[in-house]
């Protein structure tokens, strides 16, 4: 039940928002497609070969059930999905703009910083709860930590347990403290090899393949600031210009 309201909490505003143009396919023969083709030509979007026939995917104007011909009711709000998400941006803010606040990594609905839960509470408008909806819940107390990018990182519990995330990455492949030292350092990367499922729809099959996957520094969303020994100490925020940043 906890997981089930997690889900509906992170995934149903976002329905709200999704895109309302749906598709559908139909195989067509290849005697009969150049019609097709002249009648629906703007609304193809994808063609697999099948043979004597063709797989086409094509962009639908109504919305009507692949099973029946029922029309589907989407209840699309995008003020919905766009005021959450907006509402959740002023809560994070807070964090980011008060001086007092010294937070070392952040993303969209978590914070690490230095401060005790009491404390933050007192600056945040008691912000740390654990059994009240919309506030913080105290995840870990740490005694080490390492944030190399946005969803990449190494936390070390008081407790001992080492817990990383490495977004794109399977989570079974194993990675260390020293892994994660070892990418401070500017320009040093460290390459994975993981499996891959592709399909292949005209073969009817799924194909497994080994994929590199590269972790490193990025600066995609801030500036990263090293010492002399070229190692990362922090970012700091774009300054953004009419024409260019620095």
Known sequence: MNYIAKLLLNSLYGRFGMDDRFTYCSFISKDSYLKYESDYSDKILDITDFGDNYLVEVESDETKSMLDDRTEIHNINISIASSVTAYARIIMSEFKNKSKIKLYYTDTDSI???????????LVNNIVDSKTLGKLKLESVSNR??????KVYFIQTVEGEEIYKVKGLNKNIPLTEIDFNHLL??????????????KHISKGIIEVKAQLYTLQQTDNKRELVYNSSNQLIGTKPYNITTNEYN
Do not use: E, G, R, V
């Not at 690490?112 to 007192?122: A, G, Q, R, V």
């Open 145 to 150: 930590a390492i944030f190399i990018s946005p």
């Open 112 to 122: 690490y910083t230095d401060l005790k839960p009491s404390k933050l509470n007192k």
């Open 185 to 198: 350092t500017k320009t040093n990367t460290i390459i994975k090899s993981q499996d891959k499922w592709y």
